[in-house]
T-cell receptor, first 111, second 113 residues
Framework: RKEVEQDPGPFNVPEGATVAFNCTYS??????FFWYRQDCRKEPKLLMS???SGNEDGRFTAQLNRASQYISLLIRDSKLSDSATYLC????????????FGSGTRLQVQP | GAGVSQSPSNKVTEKGKDVELRCDPI?????LYWYRQSLGQGLEFLIY????????KSGLPSDRFSAERTGGSVSTLTIQRTQQEDSAVYLC???????????FGPGTRLLVL
């Protein structure tokens, strides 16, 4: 079983739609959680950290459920520029802080 | 300011040759990571450097892979006797000590023929 699992998609949504991505992680000792965004043939970039209390950044809302080992990302009012692959990422080891990535969920926002 | 830089951006080599990939982290970042992204695969951790400490090599897939970091700054990832399955994008990231946010370079696309 993969340490971080995501639905690969693609999710094809119209502009203005609300879309939600989910992710599960297998290691209950996971310490920190993030969503990264990766555009085609580009490097990953941090979108937002994820906290148990939930956090919001503009149109983006992230949520962590430690009991269910589940992470979510909600994008409201989708823009064409949101089209990308969204990577669910956890840190298993606070000492090393190496990132463990899910395989990513591809989003295509259509006009 | 300058971000993480990597060179070359693309590398095509023949099976059996050695390759060296270079990473220049953000100035002042003491932590440096190498990751690999193969076609159809997620990103996987390869190696981690923190300051002058011994590197964490637990992610290296075979003994053909090695890396060093000179002067606590520039890092070189070396792949000896390359195989076709080594074809991937090799990404370098750096972060400040104690910080979780990692900044990625643009990667080196390696193709082994």
């Amino acid at each position: 079983r993969k340490e971080v699992e995501q639905d690969p998609g693609p999710f094809n949504v119209p502009e203005g739609a609300t879309v939600a991505f989910n992710c599960t992680y297998s290691n209950s000792a996971s310490q920190s959680f993030f969503w990264y965004r990766q555009d085609c043939r580009k490097e990953p970039k941090l979108l937002m950290s994820v906290y148990s209390s939930g956090n919001e950044d503009g149109r983006f809302t992230a949520q962590l459920n430690r009991a269910s080992q589940y992470i979510s990302l909600l994008i409201r009012d989708s823009k064409l520029s949101d089209s990308a692959t969204y990577l669910c990422v956890v840190i298993l080891d606070t000492g090393r802080r190496a990132l463990t990535f899910g395989s990513g969920t591809r989003l295509q926002v259509q006009p | 300011g300058a971000g993480v830089s990597q060179s070359p951006s693309n590398k095509v080599t023949e099976k059996g040759k050695d390759v060296e990939l270079r990473c220049d982290p953000i100035s002042g970042h003491t932590a440096l990571y190498w990751y690999r992204q193969s076609l159809g695969q997620g990103l996987e951790f390869l190696i981690y450097f923190q300051g002058n400490s011994a590197p964490d090599k637990s992610g290296l897939p075979s003994d053909r892979f090695s890396a060093e970091r000179t002067g606590g700054s520039v890092s070189t990832l070396t792949i000896q006797r390359t195989q076709q399955e080594d074809s991937a994008v090799y990404l370098c990231a750096s972060s400040l000590a104690g910080e979780e946010t990692q900044y990625f370079g643009p990667g080196t696309r390696l193709l082994v023929l």
